[in-house]
Structures are given as C-alpha cells and as structure tokens.
C-alpha cells in the first residue's frame, strides 16, 4: 500500500459555482450597460437637467422618468442613467416641452451661522435663502461650515461645479484664519509638509503668516482640496485654535469688498477664468515692467552713438580721445604746444608751490 501512488482528489463543485466555459449571468441589481459603453455617451443625467430646470428634487424626477412620463426626442424613457445635451435635445414632460435652463454663477459672502445645504430640518438659514427666489433651482459650489464664513459660489451649471469642487482637479481656495497664539516656523514648515487625520494625511498647499496681533496670529492658508473641516483639524493638531475662518477666493475669482450676506452676479471673464482654472489651464500673470536703469538715454540716440562708434577712426568724425590725431593728418606745431611739450616733468605733477607770506610787524 506504501508503495502504491495515490490519485489526487477531484474537486467537487461549490454549489452556485459557474461551470468552465459558462458566460456570466449579470447579476439582478446591476444595471445593462448602454449600447456602445458609457464612456461614449455625453452630457448630464436626465434626472440632473430636469431638476436643473425646477421640475422637481432629483429623486423625485428620478421617479418621473421610471414613470415614463418624460420623453426625449419624441421617446418615452423608463430608465435611469440616460444623458443629455438640454441645448440640442428635446425634452418634453406629459407632452410639454420643457425650458432650456440658462446658465446663472453668483459670488455670495456667506455670513456666519448661515448653512450651506439645500434641505435643513432644523429650519436654519441657507445660503440659497440669500438669492432672489425667481432665479430658479441653484446649488452652491464646495461648502462653508456654520461657524466660518466668505466666499461661496452658486451656480446651476452642474458640470462646472463639479469640476471646481473634485480634488483631482486642484482648483485651489484661499483663506484668512485667525488662530490662537503664535505659530513658529517649525510649525509652519509642518503644516506645510503634512499632518495624519483619521482619514490620511493632509497638508496645506501653501501658509504663511499674514499679521500678528497681542495673542494670535492671521494666517493666509491656500487648499486645493476640500475635506470636512480640513482647516480647523489640521491647525488643532499642531495645538493652534481656530478663531476665525473666511474665505476670501475661489480660483481667479475674488471676494473683494463685497458685503456680508449680499451677492452679485460672475461676469463672463470670470466665469471663462472658472472654466481655465477647472481645466487646469495656468492663467498667465502679466509680465512687470523693468524700471530703467543707468542713464536715461533714448534709443534714437543710442542707435547714433553706436553707428558712431563702428565708423573707423579718421572717416566721418568719429569720437576719439583728445590730443590723438586722426590718421593720416600730419600735426601742426604751434607756440602754445611747444612751450606746453618744454614744461619739465615734475610742473605736471600738481600746482607751482605758493610764495611765502610776509608778516606785518605791528609798532
């Protein structure tokens, strides 16, 4: 029996185990892949583009569509995950067309104690409560807690914001943050090369100290990203209390002097700036203006000087040291050079020595 080989054990099949050369089932959850792949479709969500135009909440218009009663381009559609272009397509609701939303982008300087969310049960105040009520369905950009306050963008251009608020596209922010104490240079140097959260490390893209005051510090702090409350953890990890959070730009747009709880409508430079910015186009500074140095010479004249200095020595007047004569031109001796050329070498040297003063004697 010990000499005997044994065979290996076949193995048995786990119940629900797919036979070789069986193609997958997909499984009852997941849904069919689009024809020619999701990749290639474009545009926004339909359930996005109707709440975008104030039919309803997205999931209510999410239910609309498996109710089909939303068609586009004269097809009734019953499932989720389809896309549309709102400006080519016709989309119509129980037989009625629906409005093509325009594009709208607001500044807003969110106060302290406003809330950035589109629902709140507990009946806070939002930042959306600040618009006119007439503009429609907007959200807002990326979010500001209840204790901080400053710059905050509204839109209902849904692409564009997501763009500005997903990390992987480094749109950077901009904040003034008071905090208690005085931060040392090591300090700054280790926010700067990162700090471990609960969910990773996180740095600041760039610190400095902007003012000092008797007991704390104003400092400008620059993200290219935004996690919950990623400013006011970072600086009490390394023992410095926020006391006042503001933000003060979004990209290339600004706050400025814009007032507490007032808005003001993004100019079509700014909104192209947004879109640069989000595509991660470096805008490019202008050039400063060098302040001229040495003498204040036109370029007329110095063009001149230097067509006089290639004209050879003798031909045209060029400059030439003085007592050298031009080539060519034989030297005319005068009294004045002679007697001049006859000093001894010594008279050369410095002033003929004065005569002695006589002195007046007093009787």
């Known amino acids: 029996m010990d000499g005997m080989k044994r065979r290996p054990a076949k193995k048995r099949p786990t119940a629900g185990a797919r036979p070789p050369g069986k193609p997958r089932k997909p499984s009852a959850g997941r849904r069919p892949a689009a024809a020619g792949g999701a990749s290639e479709q474009t545009g926004e969500r339909l359930q996005k583009v109707l709440a975008a135009a104030g039919i309803a909440s997205r999931r209510e218009c999410e239910a609309l569509i498996l109710e089909g009663r939303i068609e586009v381009d004269d097809q009734v559609v019953t499932e989720l995950g389809m896309r549309v272009d709102p400006t080519q397509q016709k989309i119509e609701m129980d037989g009625e067309a629906i409005a093509r939303p325009k594009r709208i982008y607001y500044a807003v ?41 400053g710059l905050i963008l509204l839109t209902n251009d849904g692409e564009l914001a997501n763009q500005l608020t997903h990390p992987k596209h480094g749109v950077e922010k901009i904040y003034h943050v008071q905090v208690a104490g005085m931060p040392t240079p090591e300090v700054i140097a280790q926010l700067k090369k990162g700090v471990y959260l609960a969910e990773g490390k996180a740095h600041f893209e760039h610190v400095k100290i902007k003012s000092r005051r008797k007991k704390s510090t104003v400092l400008e702090v620059v993200l290219d990203e935004g996690r919950n409350r990623e400013i006011r953890r970072l600086l009490a990890r390394v023992g410095h209390k926020v006391q006042k959070l503001t933000r003060v730009a979004v990209g290339p747009v600004k706050l400025g002097e814009l007032p507490s709880a007032a808005y003001r409508q993004l100019t079509d430079a700014e909104v192209k700036s947004l879109r640069k910015a989000a595509e991660g186009v470096e805008l490019t500074p202008r050039p400063r203006r060098r302040k001229p140095t040495g003498s204040r010479t036109s370029p007329e004249r110095s063009k001149r000087d230097g067509a006089s200095r290639e004209r050879p020595v003798g031909q045209g007047g060029g400059p030439r040291k003085a007592g050298r004569p031009a080539a060519g031109k034989p030297v005319k001796k005068t009294a004045k050079t002679a007697a001049k050329n006859a000093r001894p070498a010594a008279a050369k040297k410095g002033p003929a020595p004065r005569p002695p003063m006589k002195r007046k004697t007093i009787e």
């Open 109 to 149: 300087n969110k106060p302290e104690g406003v809330v950035c969310t589109a629902r709140d049960p507990s009946g806070r105040p939002r930042v959306i409560d600040l618009l006119p009520p007439d503009l429609g369905r907007v959200f807002n950009v990326g979010r500001l807690d209840m204790s901080s306050d």
